[in-house]
Protein backbone atom coordinates (compact mmCIF):
# COMPACT_ATOMS: atom_id res chain seq x y z
CA UNK A 1 0.00 0.00 0.00
CA UNK A 2 1.35 3.49 -0.95
CA UNK A 3 1.38 6.17 1.43
CA UNK A 4 1.35 9.27 1.70
CA UNK A 5 4.71 11.86 2.30
CA UNK A 6 5.47 15.35 2.82
CA UNK A 7 7.56 16.27 -0.31
CA UNK A 8 11.14 17.10 1.30
CA UNK A 9 13.51 18.85 -0.95
CA UNK A 10 11.07 18.99 -3.66
CA UNK A 11 9.59 22.18 -5.78
CA UNK A 12 6.47 21.47 -4.95
CA UNK A 13 4.60 21.53 -1.35
CA UNK A 14 1.83 19.12 -2.57
CA UNK A 15 2.15 15.73 -1.42
CA UNK A 16 2.87 12.67 -3.13
CA UNK A 17 2.47 8.91 -2.96
CA UNK A 18 5.49 7.01 -1.90
CA UNK A 19 6.46 4.21 -4.29
CA UNK A 20 3.90 5.68 -7.47
CA UNK A 21 4.62 8.15 -10.29
CA UNK A 22 1.27 10.30 -10.43
CA UNK A 23 1.23 9.50 -14.23
CA UNK A 24 0.85 5.43 -13.75
CA UNK A 25 -1.07 6.05 -10.81
CA UNK A 26 -3.84 7.78 -13.06
CA UNK A 27 -2.89 5.43 -15.94
CA UNK A 28 -3.65 2.41 -13.78
CA UNK A 29 -6.99 3.78 -12.30
CA UNK A 30 -8.33 6.05 -15.41
CA UNK A 31 -11.09 3.06 -15.98
CA UNK A 32 -12.47 3.28 -12.46
CA UNK A 33 -12.46 7.06 -12.84
CA UNK A 34 -14.52 6.56 -16.12
CA UNK A 35 -16.52 4.29 -14.50
CA UNK A 36 -17.60 6.56 -11.64
CA UNK A 37 -17.94 9.33 -13.81
CA UNK A 38 -20.52 7.17 -16.35
CA UNK A 39 -22.32 6.47 -12.68
CA UNK A 40 -22.49 10.26 -11.88
CA UNK A 41 -23.80 11.24 -15.31
CA UNK A 42 -26.34 8.18 -14.75
CA UNK A 43 -27.55 9.41 -11.56
CA UNK A 44 -27.98 12.78 -12.78
CA UNK A 45 -28.60 12.76 -16.57
CA UNK A 46 -28.21 16.30 -18.31
CA UNK A 47 -31.73 17.93 -18.52
CA UNK A 48 -33.05 18.55 -22.31
CA UNK A 49 -32.89 22.12 -22.92
CA UNK A 50 -34.62 24.36 -25.65
CA UNK A 51 -31.76 25.10 -28.09
CA UNK A 52 -29.26 23.92 -25.42
CA UNK A 53 -29.63 27.31 -23.63
CA UNK A 54 -30.68 27.13 -20.23
CA UNK A 55 -32.28 24.45 -18.10
CA UNK A 56 -36.01 24.33 -17.98
CA UNK A 57 -37.90 26.38 -15.84
CA UNK A 58 -39.19 25.42 -12.79
CA UNK A 59 -42.35 26.56 -13.43
CA UNK A 60 -43.19 23.96 -16.00
CA UNK A 61 -46.40 22.48 -13.73
CA UNK A 62 -47.61 21.51 -17.03
CA UNK A 63 -46.90 19.58 -19.67
CA UNK A 64 -44.20 20.88 -21.87
CA UNK A 65 -46.02 20.30 -25.31
CA UNK A 66 -46.26 23.78 -27.79
CA UNK A 67 -49.88 22.80 -28.68
CA UNK A 68 -50.86 21.95 -25.23
CA UNK A 69 -48.88 25.29 -23.80
CA UNK A 70 -50.34 27.69 -26.22
CA UNK A 71 -53.70 26.50 -25.68
CA UNK A 72 -53.36 27.53 -21.80
CA UNK A 73 -52.21 30.68 -22.69
CA UNK A 74 -54.69 31.84 -25.41
CA UNK A 75 -57.60 30.55 -22.34
CA UNK A 76 -55.58 32.67 -19.94
CA UNK A 77 -55.36 35.61 -22.48
CA UNK A 78 -58.86 35.56 -23.03
CA UNK A 79 -59.52 35.49 -19.35
CA UNK A 80 -57.43 38.53 -18.86
CA UNK A 81 -59.62 40.28 -21.56
CA UNK A 82 -62.72 39.24 -20.14
CA UNK A 83 -61.84 40.18 -16.70
CA UNK A 84 -60.99 43.85 -18.37
CA UNK A 85 -62.85 44.02 -20.45
CA UNK A 86 -63.98 47.57 -19.16
CA UNK A 87 -60.72 49.12 -19.81
CA UNK A 88 -60.51 49.76 -22.79
CA UNK A 89 -56.51 51.48 -22.89
CA UNK A 90 -55.36 48.53 -20.91
CA UNK A 91 -56.67 45.96 -23.16
CA UNK A 92 -55.19 47.99 -26.01
CA UNK A 93 -51.86 47.78 -24.29
CA UNK A 94 -52.43 44.24 -23.45
CA UNK A 95 -53.19 42.89 -27.14
CA UNK A 96 -50.30 45.50 -28.50
CA UNK A 97 -47.88 43.50 -26.33
CA UNK A 98 -49.13 40.10 -26.89
CA UNK A 99 -48.41 40.75 -30.39
CA UNK A 100 -45.26 41.81 -29.67
CA UNK A 101 -44.71 38.90 -27.71
CA UNK A 102 -45.51 36.63 -30.99
CA UNK A 103 -43.17 38.50 -32.71
CA UNK A 104 -40.21 38.01 -30.15
CA UNK A 105 -40.67 34.09 -29.92
CA UNK A 106 -41.13 34.21 -33.53
CA UNK A 107 -37.58 36.04 -34.51
CA UNK A 108 -36.56 33.77 -31.00
CA UNK A 109 -36.82 30.74 -32.97
CA UNK A 110 -35.72 32.44 -35.90
CA UNK A 111 -32.24 33.07 -34.53
CA UNK A 112 -32.47 30.10 -32.89
CA UNK A 113 -32.44 28.31 -35.79
CA UNK A 114 -31.39 30.00 -39.02
CA UNK A 115 -30.85 27.82 -41.41
CA UNK A 116 -32.78 27.76 -44.79
CA UNK A 117 -33.06 23.77 -44.61
CA UNK A 118 -33.51 23.09 -40.62
CA UNK A 119 -33.59 19.63 -40.90
CA UNK A 120 -30.58 19.39 -42.81
CA UNK A 121 -28.87 21.80 -40.86
CA UNK A 122 -30.06 20.54 -37.38
CA UNK A 123 -31.28 16.80 -37.94
CA UNK A 124 -34.20 14.84 -37.29
CA UNK A 125 -34.67 16.19 -33.54
CA UNK A 126 -35.17 19.81 -35.29
CA UNK A 127 -39.01 20.02 -34.73
CA UNK A 128 -38.80 18.32 -31.39
CA UNK A 129 -36.40 20.91 -30.63
CA UNK A 130 -38.35 23.58 -31.94
CA UNK A 131 -41.97 22.64 -30.35
CA UNK A 132 -39.99 22.64 -26.80
CA UNK A 133 -38.20 25.98 -27.26
CA UNK A 134 -42.02 27.22 -28.23
CA UNK A 135 -43.30 25.31 -25.11
CA UNK A 136 -40.83 27.44 -22.42
CA UNK A 137 -40.88 30.53 -24.39
CA UNK A 138 -44.74 30.31 -23.79
CA UNK A 139 -44.48 28.76 -20.27
CA UNK A 140 -42.65 31.90 -19.37
CA UNK A 141 -45.18 34.15 -21.06
CA UNK A 142 -47.87 32.29 -19.30
CA UNK A 143 -46.39 33.42 -15.84
CA UNK A 144 -46.48 36.70 -16.80
CA UNK A 145 -49.90 37.11 -17.88
CA UNK A 146 -51.40 35.23 -14.69
CA UNK A 147 -50.17 37.96 -12.99
CA UNK A 148 -53.48 39.79 -13.81
CA UNK A 149 -55.78 37.01 -12.82
CA UNK A 150 -53.72 35.87 -9.30
CA UNK A 151 -52.85 39.59 -8.69
CA UNK A 152 -49.51 40.57 -7.22
CA UNK A 153 -48.53 41.10 -3.37
CA UNK A 154 -50.02 43.63 -1.35
CA UNK A 155 -47.85 46.67 -0.92
CA UNK A 156 -46.02 46.08 -4.38
CA UNK A 157 -45.61 49.05 -5.48
CA UNK A 158 -44.34 48.49 -8.75
CA UNK A 159 -47.76 46.77 -9.62
CA UNK A 160 -49.26 49.29 -12.41
CA UNK A 161 -51.96 47.47 -13.85
CA UNK A 162 -51.95 44.77 -11.86
CA UNK A 163 -54.55 43.45 -9.36
CA UNK A 164 -53.18 43.67 -5.54
CA UNK A 165 -54.19 40.68 -3.99
CA UNK A 166 -54.89 40.61 -0.25
CA UNK A 167 -53.48 37.57 2.25
Given at each position: ?A???????????????E???P?????G????????A??A?A????????????P???????P????????E?DR???E?????????????K????????R?????????????????????????????????????????????W????????V?A?????R??
Amino acid sequence: MAKLSASHGRRSDRPRIEGCQPKLWLRGHLWELLLLAAFAIALHPPVLTAGGTAPLPSNTDGPMDAGTTMAEMDRIYAEILKRFGDDTRFIEKLQASQNAWRAYRDAHLQALYPADDKTLAYGSAYRHCRQLAIAVLTRERIMHLRQWLQGVEEGEVCAGSRPRRSH
